[in-house]
Nanobody
Framework: QVQLVESGGGLVQAGGSLRLSCAASGSFFNINRMNWYRQAPGKEREMVAA?????NTNYATSVKGRFTISRDKNSVYLQMNSLKLEDTAVYYC???????????????WGQGTQVTVSS
């Protein structure tokens, strides 16, 4: 069974930094695109950053230049610098994973990790 487990959230002052990690565990054939999403109270979930298996990255306009997504074999990371109050949200790891060579890609989500930015 494939699982995504996040870590690294917490409370930080505005202007500070946090690093989120997400590790895929279980048995699977391949990990394709890996993403970070976030959801603030009363708002819809939004994509923050994405990285393909080839290393191409994409960022939401609101975080470009402040956040950096990276990955190694089975993990994805989000380095968040110059944090702002509006970055406060639950951050979710998301990945497109192919369970076996005979299946198509499935979409998996982590449990979420809270990031709170204080003034």
């Amino acid at each position: 069974q494939v699982q995504l487990v996040e870590s690294g959230g917490g409370l930080v002052q505005a202007g500070g930094s946090l690093r989120l990690s997400c590790a895929a565990s279980g048995s699977f054939f391949n990990i394709n695109r890996m993403n970070w999403y976030r959801q603030a109270p009363g708002k819809e979930r939004e994509m923050v950053a994405a990285v393909t298996s080839g290393g191409n990255t994409n960022y939401a306009t609101s975080v470009k230049g402040r956040f950096t997504i990276s990955r190694d074999k089975n993990s994805v990371y989000l380095q968040m610098n110059s944090l702002k109050l509006e970055d406060t949200a639950v951050y979710y790891c998301n990945a497109a994973i192919t369970p076996t060579r005979w299946e198509g890609s499935h979409n998996y989500w982590g449990q979420g990790t809270q990031v709170t930015v204080s003034s």
